[in-house]
């Protein structure tokens, strides 16, 4: 009989028996299945669970339970039962059983586990207050009292879907998707204990050393300390140390490393540099545990000289005078055909570090930007210039006229006053207007109550013998147009600009 003699003759009985409204017929050849509901669950310690089965048809089907392998006799105590409370672990299956006694097919194995009193306790190695990405970590699990037994071992996060045999889990070269809440419970046929504690794992993407190198400024004779420094520095790391090397790609990083003697892996987390002469930059990297994946290292750190050599030097100067602005060159030299210069702080601007100059190579800092630091060249042979302390301050040392930058208007009240550096100066300035002395007294401002057109004009004052850069105020009429604020305007500015000389003044730290 092929199959589909053997399915017509199926339709013809199922046909025959709807027509007939006898069961009996039909389940002579349709033998229904019973389902028992959950097929799988744990029990919480001193819990149970209700097992249901269920014959999908209307006739009575008296329901009998098994538990363990398919040959075990019904458990006589739940026959009959539609639905039963069990708190004991096992393999469980039901069917049906009609009046007539035939048997329905036996439903799929429940398998119910449930839970010892013990509580599995978990551990973390190393014990490190905050793990970094690319270190390893291993978690292990304990059963207390469960030692000689055969245990397999469950674990959260739950994305470990493997079934473990070995009470430890060993985590390498680490990532956000190792961060969690790690747990372990023990699993023995089918009885678990309780999920153990709960240790959280928040692995940091960061890990900043920080170096420090002192002095800061190389005199003869004296030593460098260079200092590494970590968020939690007593939990094992090993430092190694590296000189910083010029690298011509300067939109990459500016530098490579290279090893400093004996330089690799030092528990000590500073490094003594004996007989430096010329300025020099460092790096620390930071490590620990046999496995460490990613290489942290520090920014790179400066040690200066303020001595000049032949083969690489900077010099500074002189002060170009422009129109509103003034700047100052660097000039690098020495044998190498490139340069670049740096600074320290770095700069907000990038100018002059970004490129390799031909040459001798000429930087220009605009004076109008406060870009005091330290500056030096660099070669692209790889050397080092000596370093200069740039401090762009207002080149007069005597005293500066203070005048608004607006025209003012006629009419309102406006104070002028002298200024030194940044501080006010009072007593005893005198004042001029268009040069003529128009006030030498203990008043600290010059005031007008009420601004006029005949107050315009250039202003200048005298303080201690010297005399400050003219600077001109513009005024302009209260109610009408500002017919005549253009080429006031205009040559204040050139006033503005000539008495705002600045200059550097230059210290070389020794
Ligand atoms: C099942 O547990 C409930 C409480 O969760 C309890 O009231 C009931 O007696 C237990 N039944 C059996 C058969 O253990
Ligand atoms: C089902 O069983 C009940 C009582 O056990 C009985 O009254 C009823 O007739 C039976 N129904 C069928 C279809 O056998
Ligand atoms: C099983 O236990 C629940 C309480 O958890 C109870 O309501 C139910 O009647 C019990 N069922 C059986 C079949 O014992
Ligand atoms: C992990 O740490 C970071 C900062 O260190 C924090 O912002 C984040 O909330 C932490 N995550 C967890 C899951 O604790
Ligand atoms: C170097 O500096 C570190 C940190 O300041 C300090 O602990 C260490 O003693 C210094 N070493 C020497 C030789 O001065
Ligand atoms: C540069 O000089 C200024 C002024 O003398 C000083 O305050 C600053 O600390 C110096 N900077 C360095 C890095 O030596
Ligand atoms: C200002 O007055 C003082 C004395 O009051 C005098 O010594 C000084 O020479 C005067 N300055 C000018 C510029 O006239």
């Not at 017509?8 to 199922?14: A, C, D, S, Y």
């Not at 249901?52 to 019904?74: A, M, Q």
């Not at 993407?205 to 939690?232: D, I, K, M």
């Not at 528990?267 to 290489?295: D, L, M, P, W």
Request: glycine letters at 6%; proline letters at 5%.
């Amino acid at each position: 009989m092929d199959m589909s003699m053997r399915h017509t003759l199926l339709g013809l009985f199922l046909l025959a028996s709807l027509f007939s409204g006898n069961a009996q017929v039909k389940y002579l050849f349709e033998k229904p299945t019973a389902i028992l509901r959950p097929i799988s669950y744990e029990i919480p310690l001193g819990g149970n669970v209700t097992l249901s089965c269920s014959v999908e048809d209307s006739d009575n089907w008296t329901i009998l339970w098994y538990r363990g392998g398919s040959n075990d006799e019904p458990m006589t105590e739940y026959e009959g039962k539609k639905a039963i409370n069990v708190s004991q672990s096992g393999v469980y299956s039901c069917r049906g059983r009609s009046d007539s006694g035939r048997l329905t097919y036996k439903s799929d194995y429940a398998i119910i586990k449930d839970t010892l009193p013990i509580t599995a306790i978990i551990t973390i190695q190393p014990k490190w207050t905050q793990i970094y990405m690319g270190e390893t970590f291993t978690v292990r699990c304990e059963i207390p009292g469960g030692e000689g037994t055969y245990w397999s071992y469950d674990w959260r996060p739950k994305r470990f879907t493997t079934y473990y045999t070995t009470n430890e889990r060993t985590f390498y070269n680490v990532g956000w998707e190792d961060n969690g809440n790690y747990q372990c419970r023990g699993n023995k046929g089918n009885s678990l204990t309780q999920w153990s504690n709960v240790i959280p794992v928040n692995i940091s993407f960061t890990l900043r050393p920080v170096l420090t190198v002192s002095p800061s400024w190389l005199s003869p004779g004296a030593s460098v300390n260079l200092s590494c420094e970590v968020e939690y520095p007593s939990e094992g790391w090993l430092f190694s140390w590296y000189k910083a090397v010029p690298y011509y790609k300067i939109t990459e990083e500016p530098y490579t490393y290279e090893l400093l003697p004996d330089g690799s892996k030092t528990a000590q987390s500073f490094y003594i540099i004996n007989g430096q002469t010329s300025t020099a930059g460092y790096v620390c990297r930071v490590e620990r545990g046999s496995n460490f994946y990613h290489k942290y290292y520090s920014d790179p750190k400066f040690v200066w000289s303020a001595d000049v050599n032949s083969a690489a030097s900077l010099t500074v100067g002189p002060v170009v005078q422009n129109f509103g602005y003034d700047s100052v060159k660097l000039t690098c030299k020495g044998n190498s055909p490139s340069w670049r210069v740096r600074k320290f702080p770095e700069n907000r601007r990038p100018y002059c570090s970004n490129f390799w100059d031909s040459g001798e190579s000429v930087c220009t800092i605009d004076t109008t930007y406060s870009d005091d630091g330290v500056y030096w060249c660099e070669s692209m042979s790889k050397e080092f210039s000596n370093a200069v302390n740039i401090t762009i301050q207002d080149f007069y040392s005597g005293p500066i006229m203070v005048i608004p930058d607006d025209p003012v208007k006629t009419g309102t009240f406006v104070s002028l006053s002298c200024k030194l550096r940044r501080k006010k100066i009072f007593p005893s300035v005198a004042f001029y207007h268009n040069n003529k002395l128009i006030q030498n007294d203990s008043r600290e401002d010059l005031n007008f109550l009420a601004v006029s057109n005949s107050d315009e004009g250039s202003y200048k004052c005298q303080y201690s013998g010297k005399e400050s850069p003219s600077r001109y105020m513009s005024v302009k009429s209260a109610a009408g147009p500002e017919s005549s604020a253009f080429p006031v305007t205009a040559r204040m500015k050139v006033v503005n600009a000539v008495a705002f000389i600045l200059v550097m003044m230059l210290s070389m730290n020794q």
